[in-house]
């Protein structure tokens, strides 16, 4: 989920602070880890237990970047843009690597280190640690979208989105909640819910070079969905103006009988609204076509390793380190991110957390990634920037302006500063 903005300025003074007692210290190397800021204890237990396990060859130090991605991607690429020593392993959102690696900003995983890397991990999450064939960093969690509904009022839970829209209208004219929660403002979750409807559609934002947009009929068949809903009585009033923690918030309130969101939504309705979690349930993201699987957009941070480290090969090490499967147990069970090591998904205690495990791993096994292009930002931008409101979506005409502002997007260097 895309963290809410936040003041950048005191977080890159805290850092670069913290970043001047970086290097030796007391006769060992200490690796600077710059990760999104995590409240839950679980990457600091990480970087503790590695550095212990390191038996005095590295310490890690765990530093906060901003809440807001915009605001990390922006420190990290003025940092790198100036040949920063200072940092060793950084967490990229998993739309960054194909723009750091071009730059020439983080080191490519190759023998030893890229075999640990891949071993054991799903298939989706290393494509988007890959650019031009080449691993540039290690999924470190992943996330993945699910359709939650309540069960009082949907005994079976739709498996089409046109089957979603006819049970609101039908629980509508009963006079019950109806609306179907989803990210539409402008932003970067418009954009996820475009790229999954389009991939679900049996199409792709790019063409498989990352050269060219590849949109046509699936295109404008994503585009129609977004618009039915967000003209039917499904729509919350609020759409055009809402983001993931709006649309948990609304199911909590009881004002929806559906939810389009991450796993996060789970242990947050059972601890703010029991008498509503006894029937909350989930089940796979809906199809655009019957006979065709949902491929929702994963999300996740994936551990790259700086360019201009001056321990790149002890960074290697600890990066695995901090990721592998105790850590990523960790994280899921106390932070609440999915694991990418496929093997935590059979662990009694990680179904236990998560009973809804078994769907997540089919989502993680079919989903889609954004598109893999240094010039991501500003395709995602014109995404976003046409998509808005979803009620004034033309289907043909907005995916032809698309198509057109991407296509200028392509032409540029993909760095945004």
Not at 292 to 302: K, V
């Amino acid at each position: 989920m895309r963290r809410l903005r936040a003041f950048a300025v005191l977080p890159l003074l805290a850092s670069t602070l913290a970043a001047c007692g970086s290097g030796q210290a007391s006769g060992r190397p200490t690796l600077n880890w710059y990760n999104f800021p995590d409240d839950s204890g679980a990457l600091q237990k990480a970087a503790d237990r590695c550095s212990q396990a390191s038996h005095g060859r590295y310490k890690i130090n765990y530093n906060k970047l901003p809440r807001a991605a915009d605001g990390q991607r922006q420190q990290l690429v003025r940092r790198l843009a100036a040949h920063d020593n200072s940092i060793d392993i950084m967490g990229l959102d998993v739309t960054w690597g194909a723009e750091f690696a071009q730059a020439g900003w983080i080191r490519e995983w190759t023998g030893a280190a890229k075999q640990r890397a891949t071993e054991g991990t799903l298939r989706v999450p290393l494509q988007t640690a890959t650019w031009k064939n080449k691993l540039y960093a290690v999924p470190y969690n992943t996330n993945t979208q699910l359709l939650w509904y309540r069960k009082d009022l949907v005994p079976t839970p739709p498996k089409t989105w046109a089957e979603m829209l006819a049970m609101a209208r039908n629980l509508s004219r009963q006079g019950k909640p109806h609306y179907v929660e989803i990210q539409g403002a402008q932003y970067e979750g418009l954009t996820v819910w475009f790229n999954t409807l389009i991939n679900s559609a049996g199409g792709s934002i790019l063409n498989p070079s990352a050269t060219k947009p590849s949109l046509g009929p699936p295109a404008v068949r994503a585009a129609g969905v977004m618009r039915d809903l967000a003209r039917s009585v499904a729509a919350d009033p609020s759409l055009s103006n809402q983001m993931e923690d709006q649309n948990r918030l609304a199911m909590e309130a009881g004002d929806a009988a559906f939810e389009l969101n991450y796993p996060f939504v789970y242990p947050s309705m059972k601890a703010n609204n029991p008498a509503l979690f006894k029937n909350f349930r989930w089940a796979p993201y809906p199809r655009v076509d019957a006979n065709r699987p949902a491929r929702p957009t994963i999300g996740g941070i994936d551990l790259a390793v700086s360019a201009y480290s001056r321990h790149p090969q002890l960074a290697f090490e600890a990066a695995l380190c901090l990721r592998n499967r105790q850590n990523q147990r960790t994280a899921a069970l106390v932070g609440g991110l999915p694991p990418t090591l496929r093997a935590l998904y059979d662990e009694r205690p990680f179904i236990k957390a998560y009973p809804f495990a078994r769907e997540v791993l089919a989502s993680l096994e079919a989903a889609s990634v954004r598109p893999l292009t240094p010039a991501y930002q500003n395709v995602s931008i014109a995404v976003s920037h046409t998509l808005s409101p979803p009620s004034a979506i033309k289907p043909v005409s907005s995916v032809n302006t698309i198509s057109g502002e991407i296509d200028d997007a392509l032409q540029s260097k993909g760095v945004i500063p």
